[in-house]
């Protein structure tokens, strides 16, 4: 109801413009709910779809609840193999041995024997195409000397990685008690392989692999039914349900959407595109120039006045698309910067900022701010100096700073 003591003092043009005033805030309050689009629902446990180059979260659903994940297993299996290889500790063309353990391993296999002495790189197709049961065996036993051994580095590697949600107690998948993962881990994995070995990664594009003069395909259907596709991993055991982690890029833009818990085969493929296909229609992903992110803050008590602060990785950003322009950078240190300053040092941090509005924007990322020279302290004299400048400048000392 309106203050009749306001009514009579503006009248009907007063009345006018509050009701238009009230119009404008309810649009603003709008357009600041759909901002950020809703992603569609699908019929799965829980998922979760990131951009593998910014590495910020689009939807989620149950994203952290923790869940078997089947043979999405082998995707770990999968990156400490890579990592040993990148190191030089493992090479492709090394036979490995079958053991009777990986033999009679059951599920899905590459049908190793113990009279066979398959390569590194044969074993790997086996798991990311086949999803070998036996072939990751066979390679935590030749990595760590058990499937024990290897699990224990699995746990070791998913910290590191900050997987939260997740442990594991073997190297495929099997159904243990304490074996565990989540939709958001997964996909944090599956842009971790990418990014972390893309010269391998295109082996999780490959449609079938013939070993030993048998040919099977690969379970992972989004690779015939999204052209855009390009991996990653399928899982599925009475209890996990249908699982998949999907991955496809266009442009500069990548994104890994992880389906826990379908009912089928089909279905797991059906959500895993529908996700992927809502990621690109409504996000783009963004790489400001250092120009534009970069700052030049003062310096106190130092042979120069100020320093260029640059960010210390290359940013991605991900915002919705169309509202590109709602993204700002704000840049937070400690004031007053005093010399002696180390070229490379951190001084600060910049916020990706999204919104209009200042007070309710909503970080997306937040990136380390870095020396771009070294600042070398001043005389004595200079210092006292500064010393005066800083005292005039009541309340600074100490003070966060912000800056646009």
């Known amino acids: 109801m309106v203050n009749r003591t306001l009514f009579r003092i503006t009248g009907v043009y007063g009345l006018i413009a509050i009701l238009a005033a009230s119009v404008l805030m309810i649009s603003a309050s709008e357009a600041a709910s759909v901002s950020w689009p809703k992603a569609p629902q699908v019929d799965a446990t829980s998922w979760a779809v990131i951009d593998a180059r910014s590495g910020q979260v689009v939807s989620a659903n149950n994203a952290n609840q923790e869940l078997p994940p089947a043979s999405l297993t082998k995707m770990m299996t999968l990156y400490l193999a890579f990592e040993e290889i990148k190191l030089g500790r493992l090479d492709l063309n090394t036979r490995i041995t079958v053991s009777q353990k990986a033999w009679k391993i059951g599920g899905s296999t590459m049908f190793l024997e113990p009279r066979l002495t398959p390569t590194v790189k044969e074993v790997l197709h086996g798991i990311a195409t086949l999803s070998g049961n036996d072939a990751c065996i066979a390679l935590a036993e030749h990595i760590d000397g058990s499937e024990a051994g290897f699990a224990q580095r699995m746990n070791e590697k998913a910290k590191k990685l900050g997987l939260e949600d997740s442990h594991f107690v073997n190297a495929t998948g099997f159904p243990e008690e304490g074996h565990y993962s989540s939709a958001m881990d997964m996909a944090k994995l599956g842009a971790a392989l990418w990014r972390d070995f893309p010269d391998m990664y295109e082996i999780f594009n490959e449609r079938e692999y013939t070993y030993d003069g048998r040919t099977q395909p690969n379970r992972n259907r989004l690779?015939?039914?999204?052209?855009?596709?390009?991996?990653?991993?399928?899982?599925?055991?009475?209890?996990?349900?249908?699982?998949?982690?999907?991955?496809?890029?266009?442009?500069?833009?990548?994104?890994?959407?992880?389906?826990?818990?379908?009912?089928?085969?089909?279905?797991?493929?059906?959500?895993?595109?529908?996700?992927?296909?809502?990621?690109?229609?409504?996000?783009?992903?963004?790489?400001?120039?250092?120009?534009?992110?970069?700052?030049?803050?003062?310096?106190?008590?130092?042979?120069?006045?100020?320093?260029?602060?640059?960010?210390?990785?290359?940013?991605?950003?991900?915002?919705?698309?169309?509202?590109?322009?709602?993204?700002?950078?704000?840049?937070?240190?400690?004031?007053?910067?005093?010399?002696?300053?180390?070229?490379?040092?951190?001084?600060?941090?910049?916020?990706?900022?999204?919104?209009?509005?200042r007070d309710n924007a909503e970080v997306l990322k937040s990136v380390d701010m870095v020396a771009t020279r070294g600042v070398e302290r001043a005389s004595w004299i200079s210092r006292q100096w500064d010393g005066l400048r800083l005292w005039w400048r009541e309340g600074d000392e100490g003070s966060a700073s912000e800056t646009e």
């Open 223 to 357: 690779l015939w039914s999204y052209p855009d596709a390009d991996g990653i991993k399928t899982g599925h055991t009475e209890e996990a349900g249908y699982c998949l982690v999907g991955s496809a890029e266009k442009d500069t833009t990548r994104f890994v959407a992880a389906v826990f818990g379908t009912s089928s085969d089909r279905a797991r493929a059906a959500h895993t595109k529908t996700l992927l296909k809502f990621s690109f229609r409504n996000f783009v992903t963004l790489r400001p120039s250092e120009r534009d992110i970069r700052r030049q803050v003062e310096v106190f008590e130092g042979t120069e006045g100020e320093v260029w602060l640059k960010p210390a990785d290359p940013i991605w950003i991900t915002v919705p698309k169309g509202n590109e322009s709602a993204l700002s950078f704000r840049l937070r240190y400690d004031a007053p910067l005093k010399a002696p300053i180390k070229e490379g040092e951190k001084l600060g941090t910049i916020d990706a900022v999204f919104g209009t509005d």
